[in-house]
């Protein structure tokens, strides 16, 4: 069974750019979340989708966005990048069947530096 | 959301068993413990997680406290692959995980 998929590995990005990463989840899993991982602050919660829909939030500003596809399939976008913005992207998923049964199962990320 | 204590750093030979200890005191009753590792450059990985009973699965075994206010995550050979930062967490009122600062294991020959 294939894991979770992040595209692409590595990519540099300028100041004031955007940028899209993308997530295959584990086949049948129906939540994706994303993590923001850097040296300074650690392991972060970004956001979480559910059935198309954003159900949880972390503590972001809003140029950092996300939507989630019909095969639940996921996309974050970074807007207007900031050199702070570099960082390892990690997506997960989980089945979300219940407590105990939501083991979640992270990607090997995408790193992004901005420059 | 619970919070998790852990030591910064733990060392390890290589074939003994390394126990990573973990206080979670104000974990509520209805809230998992979750235990990842994190290999250099790459995503975490799931290791083990449970409520209050004690689990094992191929990877290691995780003792939990009675009060639920400790546990220990227990690697019963280690090996030089085994070298990682751990995590333990207690999963979010939201359903995400909330990072610490984890412990980084060394497994020395």
């Known amino acids: 069974k294939a894991g979770v998929t992040q595209t692409p590995r590595y990519l540099i990005k300028t100041r004031g750019q955007q940028v899209t990463l993308s997530c295959s989840p584990i086949?049948?899993?129906?939540?994706v979340s994303w993590y923001q991982q850097t040296p300074g602050q650690g392991l972060q919660f970004l956001f979480e989708?559910?059935?198309?829909?954003?159900?949880n939030k972390g503590n972001f500003p809003g140029r950092f966005s996300g939507r989630q596809f019909s095969n639940s399939r996921s996309e974050m976008n970074v807007s207007t990048l900031e050199l702070g913005d570099s960082a390892l992207y990690l997506c997960?998923?989980?089945?979300?069947?219940?407590?105990?049964?939501?083991?979640?199962?992270f990607g090997e990320g995408s790193w992004l530096t901005v420059v | 959301d619970a919070k998790t204590t852990q030591p910064t750093s733990m060392d390890c030979a290589e074939g003994r068993a390394a126990n990573l200890p973990c206080n979670h005191s104000?974990?509520?009753?209805?809230?998992?413990v979750y235990w990842y590792r994190q290999i250099h450059s790459q995503g975490p990985q799931y290791i083990i997680h449970?409520?209050?009973n004690n689990e094992t699965n191929e990877m290691a075994s995780l003792i939990i406290t009675e009060d639920r206010k400790s546990s220990t995550l227990i690697l019963p050979h280690a090996t030089l692959r085994d070298t990682a930062v751990y995590y333990c967490?207690?999963?979010?009122?939201?359903?995400?995980?909330?990072f610490g600062k984890g412990t980084k294991l060394s497994v020395k020959p």
């Open positions: 997960a998923s989980s089945l979300d069947v219940g407590p105990g049964r939501n083991t979640i199962y």
């Open positions: 086949s049948g899993h129906r939540s």
């Open positions: 989708y559910f059935s198309e829909t954003q159900r």
């Open positions: 104000t974990i509520s009753g209805n809230e998992y």
């Open positions: 449970g409520l209050k």
């Open positions: 967490i207690v999963q979010g009122s939201q359903g995400n995980l909330i």
